[in-house]
């Protein structure tokens, strides 16, 4: 391939992207810049996160829901919910374990959402809850 044939196989990919993207709602095009903003950065979390299956409440100001945790880290946690939500929201959650003694109750906000649920990031570190995590 020639560099003329691929410059002209490039710009056609960035056409056809444009054009998908022109096509997106407003709602849909802030999600896959969230996407391409985390696809450019190296790794950024701070904690490892944990696969896990545990139930959670949780509620913004207005709604309470019960849905389940995925994976979890000290600094946040991934919800699987069909539920749409916005990104910034607070939200407070209490969740346990069989492996720890005591519930943990904690609040954080909606840092992205997804098709298949919400990461929320912790406003505070816990020390329980590194207990707990610990003990998964």
């Not at 095009?29 to 391409?36: A, F, G, V």
């Not at 545990?54 to 849905?67: G, H, L, N, S, T």
């Not at 904690?106 to 990461?119: D, E, M, N, Q, S």
Request: glycine content about 6%.
């Amino acid at each position: 391939m020639t560099y003329s044939d691929q410059q002209s196989k490039e710009s056609t990919t960035t056409v056809q992207l444009i054009e998908l993207i022109n096509n997106l709602s407003e709602s849909q095009q802030r999600e896959l810049l969230s996407m391409l903003n985390d696809w450019q950065r190296p790794e950024q979390r701070k904690h490892s996160r944990k696969g896990c299956f545990m139930a959670v409440d949780y509620a913004d100001r207005d709604r309470v829901f019960k849905d389940f945790i995925k994976n979890i880290s000290a600094g946040g946690v991934f919800i699987e919910t069909n539920t749409p939500f916005s990104i910034g929201k607070g939200i407070s959650l209490t969740f346990s374990s069989s492996n720890y003694e005591r519930p943990i109750k904690i609040t954080g906000k909606i840092v992205w959402t997804g098709t298949l649920g919400i990461g929320v990031q912790f406003k505070n570190e816990n020390q329980d809850l590194h207990a707990m995590i610990k003990a998964l």
